[in-house]
């Protein structure tokens, strides 16, 4: 069968922080290869899949050796004569292969790196793009982007306690033209940063690195960028925050912003967004509370999930298991897929699908580490997940896959469709009529 495993291989190769990282390389019986790279995380939740670091003194312990060498021995050996074309039962021999839960003993980002790298040689094995692949036949839209302006919290420094400040633009025709409506409110940003002396640098996602008094005058700043790009906030360009709470509990239900010296309470972390929501042009919010807080994430939900979209991220971990528990509690709207926060693709699409039957958004993710790979904006397209998250408008691991939307859209033709407001739960997106 042209679809039959010859080879899987594995390097380190380096991502975005200059951190080792895993690559594989799966070849076919036909000769169509296919290739992935696993990202990583800075703002992890504790129930991801295991990411397999060497520890030890080189490179600060994140070596990937022996994810690497898992690859090279036993993963390759086990999945010789697998056959590409069913994920599934690829995806399943690499679960029983690791034997663990959450992928800790062969390392999810070695099981991500092969099972994306052997997607990748499936497409390549049809001559198809990825979404082409994925989509097999079926009417998928463009993937709404969500773009980081300011990055804070654990990309930052913690220079803010919101890790980021993004935008979108859902009243777009297409994701060219909300991705020149970002250049224009991502520049006005810089610009007003460096007048008033508050640009400190770029983020790890390559948002701008604001010195700010509190996480209101980023909101404030965020606001003026957009009027001063010559959009209209709130009617074409929203903000969105990924307030990544996790990364802001200390402990007993309690969460500290640490540059306005407050620790709130659950409730008062609620009530604080909700405040911003009010009184800001926020159309979604991903993690305000932290991962195990479901029921602070049904607060936040039961106070504005109506309007806003409401993202679970460490709280969901991209597992279908925890995105039906979060629904029959009444928390959330929508899940972050990051495939290798699930470490298998299988496992995403699970996320993904259970997400789709609820009635839920789903946004594709990047993560903070991230290299050349543009997976990602296959993935978003071809699933039709509705929406994209890859970090800011910068730095050339982040603008790859922005640039390849654009080649997929380019390619789709006259038949593509921005996703727009469409991408979100009903209720979220009447709100945008
Ligand atoms: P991470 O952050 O990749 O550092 O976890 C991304 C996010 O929180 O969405
Ligand atoms: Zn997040």
Redesign the pocket.
Same mark, same amino acid.
């Given at each position: 069968m042209k679809t039959t495993i010859t080879a899987v291989r594995a390097r380190q190769v380096w991502d975005s922080r200059g951190r080792p990282t895993v690559e594989a390389e799966v070849a076919l019986a036909g000769g169509a290869t296919g290739r992935a790279c696993a990202? %990583?995380?800075?703002?992890?939740g504790a129930h991801e899949a295991h990411e397999l670091r060497d520890g030890g003194a080189r490179f600060g312990g994140l070596g990937v050796d022996r994810a690497v060498a898992g690859v090279n021995g036993e993963i390759a050996a086990a999945l010789a004569g697998a056959d590409a074309a069913d994920q599934a039962a690829l995806d399943a021999r690499l679960e029983a292969l690791d034997g663990t839960p959450n992928l800790g003993r062969l390392g999810g980002n070695a099981t991500v790196a092969v099972s994306l790298a052997a997607l990748h040689a499936a497409a390549a094995a049809e001559g198809l793009p990825l979404w082409a692949h994925l989509a097999q036949g079926r009417k998928v839209r463009v993937p709404l982007p969500e773009i980081q302006i300011f990055g804070g919290g654990?990309?930052a420094g913690r220079r803010t306690d919101v890790?980021?400040f993004m935008v979108m633009v859902p009243k777009a025709d297409s994701v060219r033209e909300a991705l020149e409506v970002t250049a224009d409110v991502f520049h006005a940003a810089g610009r007003l940063m460096a007048e008033t002396g508050r640009l400190a640098g770029a983020a790890?996602?390559g948002g701008w690195w604001p010195a700010f008094d509190s996480n209101e005058d980023a909101l404030q700043a965020l606001t003026q960028s957009i009027e001063r790009s010559g959009h209209r906030p709130g009617e074409d360009v929203f903000i969105s925050l990924?307030i %990544?709470a996790n990364e802001l509990d200390v402990g007993g239900g309690r969460y500290r912003l640490g540059l306005e010296t407050r620790e709130l309470s659950t409730a008062e972390m609620v009530e604080q967004v909700a405040d911003w929501v009010r009184r800001y042009p926020i159309l979604s919010i991903?993690?305000p509370v932290s991962q195990d807080d479901l029921d602070g994430f049904g607060q936040a939900t039961r106070a504005y999930g109506d309007r806003v979209q409401l993202i679970g991220?460490?709280i969901l971990v991209t597992s279908a298991e925890r995105v039906r528990r979060a629904a029959a509690a009444g928390a959330g709207n929508a899940v972050?897929v990051?495939v290798n926060q699930a470490g298998l693709v299988s496992r995403a699409k699970a996320a993904l699908d259970a997400a789709r039957a609820l009635g839920w958004g789903a946004i594709v993710?990047?993560?903070?580490?991230e290299t050349e790979d543009v997976s990602i904006a296959h993935l978003a397209t071809g699933w039709d997940a509705g929406q994209i998250?890859v970090g800011s408008f910068a730095r050339s691991e982040r603008m790859a896959k922005w640039n390849e939307l654009l080649r997929i859209e380019e390619a789709m033709g006259a038949d593509a469709v921005f996703a727009g407001p469409s991408a979100f739960a009903p209720s979220v997106a009447a709100g945008l009529a």
């Open positions: 990202p %990583a995380g800075a703002s992890r654990a990309h890790q980021d790890d996602e990924d %990544a991903e993690d991220d460490d972050l990051k993710s990047a993560r903070s580490g998250k």
